[in-house]
């Protein structure tokens, strides 16, 4: 198995090839999605909803150099960066010389992914290079998949009508940080809102019967999206079946999701797979997915998309109908693909696809 050491070596040379594409010295990253990337998994968020990470990289044709203030630095020393290789550059927390140190060690010519000062532009370039997922991520995608799919479902077992969405959210997020992850996403719907929004941020709406829990969970920098359905008491025969529709909608999405392919294509499979439910329409109004990794989406599949479908390339596609919607998180190994996010003891319904049947998560009754 490749260490961290190695990875990180390989994830050097891959920034490297940016410094050619654009004749550059040095590529400087501070974005925490693009840091937990080049540093195989470091945690380098503090607020979570800020997109600077703790740290800065420069990357020059012979050396990597993590800049950082002298708060961050032990904790970054001893838990994130030991044994990578990286040049460490620390300095007092009231005197930031990041911006020095990046013309020191940068030179006049540098890209960057946030605006570093006098830097190109080059986050579609870095973007680019994350893919194909290097062995050590596709196992520590799986690791987060399996713990996404199970925090997701052990936490809607314990939901009981009566219940707040947030309540319920409450019981999915504990679940997720309880596996060492954090809810980059978290949504909750019950009844009526669930047919109202596609985005439902959780109010305190009371439960009768039906919940929708939605979740993007983030660990490593990795993303790993996935939805699951409830109901209490009998299943209504209409959401049943709009249920099996979109989960054979999804079952085509998934089949078309192959490396050769377009975005645009995959997304004309949905559009034609919608039109076969009898729903021409409905996919305009919430997007398809698309490729994820150390972002939600890395890109959204739109009509005509261009973006090739790659082996080692992370995807999350959510077709819905109003009402439910079928989620989960896969790996593209070329012409098969691997389910990441499945949810141990959940019902699941089997749809065509490509290759054969595919199961897909049921809406789990109580």
Same mark, same amino acid.
């Given at each position: 198995?490749?260490?961290?050491a190695?990875?990180?070596?390989?994830?050097?040379e891959?920034?490297?090839?940016?410094?050619?594409?654009? #004749? *550059?010295?040095?590529?400087?990253?501070?974005?925490?999605?693009?840091? !937990?990337?080049?540093l /195989?998994?470091a945690e380098?968020?503090i607020?979570?909803?800020?997109?600077?990470? #703790?740290?800065?990289?420069v990357?020059?044709?012979?050396?990597?150099?993590v800049?950082m203030?002298?708060?961050?630095?032990?904790r970054?020393?001893?838990?994130?960066l030991?044994?990578?290789?990286?040049?460490?550059?620390?300095?007092? &927390?009231h005197q930031?010389?990041?911006?020095?140190?990046?013309?020191?060690?940068?030179? $006049?010519?540098?890209? #960057?992914?946030?605006?570093?000062?006098?830097?190109?532009?080059?986050?579609g370039?870095?973007?680019a290079?994350q893919?194909p *997922?290097t %062995? %050590?991520?596709?196992?520590r995608? +799986?690791a987060?998949?399996r713990?996404?799919?199970?925090? *997701?479902?052990?936490?809607?077992?314990q939901?009981e009508?009566?219940?707040?969405?947030?309540?319920?959210?409450?019981?999915?997020?504990?679940?997720?940080?309880?596996r060492?992850?954090?809810?980059?996403?978290?949504?909750?719907?019950?009844?009526?809102?669930?047919?109202?929004?596609?985005?439902p941020?959780?109010?305190?709406?009371?439960?009768?019967?039906?919940?929708?829990?939605?979740?993007? !969970?983030?660990r490593?920098?990795?993303?790993a999206? !996935?939805?699951?359905? /409830?109901?209490?008491?009998?299943?209504?025969e209409e *959401?049943?079946?709009k249920?099996?529709?979109v989960?054979?909608?999804?079952?085509l999405i998934?089949?078309?999701t192959r490396?050769?392919?377009t975005?645009?294509?995959v997304?004309?499979?949905?559009?034609?797979?919608?039109?076969?439910? @009898?729903?021409?329409?409905? &996919?305009?109004?919430?997007?398809?997915? @698309?490729?994820?990794?150390?972002?939600s989406?890395?890109?959204r599949?739109? %009509?005509g998309?261009?973006?090739?479908?790659?082996?080692?390339?992370?995807?999350?596609?959510?077709? #819905?109908?109003?009402?439910?919607?079928s989620?989960?998180?896969?790996?593209?190994h070329?012409?098969?693909?691997?389910?990441?996010t /499945?949810?141990?003891?959940?019902?699941?319904v089997?749809?065509?696809?490509?290759?054969? $049947?595919?199961? +897909? $998560?049921?809406?789990?009754?109580?």
């Amino acid at each position: 198995m490749m260490t961290a050491a190695q990875e990180f070596a390989v994830k050097c040379e891959r920034v490297r090839s940016i410094l050619d594409m654009h #004749s *550059l010295n040095a590529v400087v990253i501070q974005k925490a999605t693009n840091l !937990a990337w080049l540093l /195989a998994g470091a945690e380098c968020w503090i607020g979570r909803t800020v997109e600077r990470g #703790s740290c800065s990289a420069v990357i020059t044709r012979d050396d990597c150099h993590v800049l950082m203030n002298a708060i961050e630095a032990p904790r970054l020393s001893a838990e994130e960066l030991a044994g990578l290789g990286a040049t460490v550059h620390e300095f007092a &927390w009231h005197q930031d010389s990041t911006d020095d140190l990046i013309t020191t060690l940068g030179g $006049a010519c540098i890209g #960057s992914d946030a605006g570093a000062k006098g830097s190109q532009p080059i986050e579609g370039a870095l973007i680019a290079v994350q893919t194909p *997922l290097t %062995p %050590p991520e596709v196992e520590r995608y +799986r690791a987060l998949g399996r713990d996404a799919g199970e925090a *997701l479902g052990v936490a809607l077992r314990q939901v009981e009508p009566g219940m707040t969405e947030h309540q319920i959210a409450s019981l999915i997020a504990r679940e997720v940080l309880a596996r060492g992850a954090q809810t980059a996403v978290l949504l909750v719907a019950v009844d009526d809102r669930a047919m109202r929004y596609r985005h439902p941020v959780p109010t305190d709406r009371v439960l009768a019967h039906y919940v929708m829990g939605v979740i993007v !969970a983030r660990r490593g920098g990795l993303h790993a999206s !996935a939805t699951r359905c /409830a109901y209490f008491g009998e299943l209504p025969e209409e *959401l049943a079946l709009k249920h099996q529709r979109v989960c054979a909608i999804d079952g085509l999405i998934l089949g078309a999701t192959r490396e050769g392919a377009t975005a645009g294509d995959v997304f004309a499979v949905a559009q034609e797979a919608y039109a076969e439910a @009898g729903y021409p329409d409905e &996919w305009q109004c919430h997007h398809q997915g @698309g490729a994820t990794g150390y972002q939600s989406r890395t890109w959204r599949a739109t %009509p005509g998309s261009r973006e090739a479908i790659r082996a080692g390339q992370a995807f999350a596609w959510n077709p #819905s109908l109003q009402g439910t919607k079928s989620e989960d998180t896969i790996m593209c190994h070329g012409r098969e693909i691997e389910v990441l996010t /499945a949810t141990p003891g959940w019902p699941t319904v089997a749809v065509p696809s490509a290759g054969g $049947a595919l199961e +897909r $998560a049921a809406i789990l009754t109580a």
